[in-house]
């Protein structure tokens, strides 16, 4: 008996020692956890066990063993214990606590062991001017500072040097890629005015060298050329058809007049014909069929001369549809050309234009970046902090410095200090930025 008391007397002192070097190894943050006050929100781990001698063994009370959450009330609540208001309190002092409860509760002569850990502190809240405002975990010994890091950093404006960068090298591009779709509606504004004069070659201006190279330019004027003589030819072919068809009408009109007169002359023999047939019929030297015979041959005559005029008439009108037909092609064909023109010469305005605001906002931007980087470093010496703290049910501000620590719960406010108007206002004199301005 005296030996097995010596050697758990033994295993306890190694214990005792263990957990004291342990303590000593966690160092601050072991510090901390045993003087922190436990509140909303925070997570607790909870172990409950007792010695049992006679069996000698460590029993766990694993029903009432785990990780519990405290309320909004500061109220812990298990299984067995029962609901036990614990804000304010240290975990030590909950482990009492829920000891005392077990003890009543099971009718025990000794209370077991409670231990109680924080699993998880309440977050931590960052608002204000930094970049990504929100709800962050705690860690033990945060300073304001760290808070601020783990935010994104103190918020960065949109009037950075990098924004003047990005737009300067953006609007570089976009200055070229106008340029060059600038010299193709040159080249085309000069191929539509050749078109609308109807000139045979294009007369092309000096405007489009001064903004390409030459055998960039050079090119555009061969495509150019190449389309001018298409679209000629494709309405000369047009034309020639349609040239054609009324040269061959009126060659039928010509056929149909001298086949007229053949009909005409026709007409006036079987007339001749048939008035000397009555003549003698009335003095009785002729026969009546012969006069019957003529009659047929002037009737069929007379609707051959109603079958000519109808030809006749048809070769007309169609000579007046192709007469029409050519008009409207070289009428639409005209008002194409127009209104292709008027179109070019406004999309032409319209790339002047974004040129002069792409090269405005460039202009601007070097103007504006060194003062950028000096009011960054106004801007970054005029940072407030502060620390909203719930102190007896309130929230109360406390100005706070870098390394002021920060306790769970606690919101970390930053603020900039005199904050001026922004850099456009400030260098362009009021004036709006080129960006806006193109957008416009």
């Keep these: 008996m005296v030996g097995w008391i010596t050697s758990f007397a033994s295993a306890f002192a190694s214990l005792t020692a263990g957990l004291i070097l342990l303590g000593s190894l966690a160092g601050p943050a072991a510090a901390f956890e045993a003087d922190y006050h436990v509140g909303p929100q925070d997570k607790l ?44 309190l240290t975990t030590a002092q909950i482990g009492e606590a829920i000891s005392r409860r077990l003890k009543e509760a099971a009718g025990l002569v000794t209370a077991p062991a409670a231990a109680v850990e924080v699993a998880q502190y309440r977050p931590i809240y960052v608002v204000g001017a930094v970049e990504k405002p929100g709800e ?55 191929r539509m005015v050749a078109e609308a004069r109807k000139a045979t070659t294009i007369a092309f201006s000096d405007d489009a060298m001064r903004y390409g190279e030459r055998r960039q330019v050079e090119q555009g004027m061969a495509e150019e050329r190449a389309l001018f003589l298409s679209r000629q030819q494709a309405v000369k072919s047009q034309v020639d058809g349609l040239t054609q068809v009324r040269a061959l009408l009126e ?20 007339r001749r014909e048939l008035d000397n047939i009555n003549s003698l019929m009335s003095k009785g030297l002729a026969v009546s069929p012969r006069q019957l015979a003529v009659e047929q041959n002037l009737a069929q005559i007379e609707s051959q001369t109603l079958d000519h005029v109808l030809a006749m008439a048809r070769a007309r009108q169609e000579i007046a549809r192709t007469d029409r037909n050519m008009a409207d092609l070289l009428n639409q064909r005209e008002t194409e050309i127009n209104r292709d023109l008027r179109e070019t010469q406004t999309q032409l305005k319209q790339t002047f234009d974004r040129i002069g605001s792409l090269k405005l906002l460039i202009r601007e931007s070097s103007l504006v970046a060194p003062r950028a980087q000096a009011q960054q470093a106004r801007d970054a010496a005029r940072v407030g902090l502060s620390i909203l703290r719930r102190q007896d049910g309130s929230l109360r501000e406390q100005p706070a410095e870098e390394t002021s620590p920060v306790l769970p719960g606690d919101i970390v406010k930053i603020e900039r200090m005199n904050q001026q108007a922004p850099l456009t206002d400030i260098s362009l004199g009021g004036r709006q930025p080129a960006s806006a301005a193109a957008q416009n």
């Design 45 to 88: 781990r909870i172990k409950v066990s007792e010695w049992r001698p006679a069996t000698r063994e460590l029993f766990e009370w694993a029903a009432v063993s785990g990780e519990f959450t405290i309320n909004s009330t500061g109220v812990l609540s298990m299984p067995v214990v029962g609901t036990i208001p614990v804000e304010n």
């Design 136 to 190: 962050y975990a705690y860690r033990p010994g945060m300073s304001a500072l760290q808070a601020v890091s783990i935010a994104g950093g103190f918020y960065r404006s949109e009037t950075s040097l990098g924004r003047f960068e990005r737009e300067t090298i953006v609007a570089e591009g976009e200055i070229k890629v106008n340029e060059t779709q600038l010299i193709a509606l040159l080249l085309r504004r000069d």
């Design 251 to 270: 060659d039928e009109v010509k056929t149909l007049n001298a086949k007229g007169l053949s009909l005409q002359k026709q007409t006036d023999l079987v």
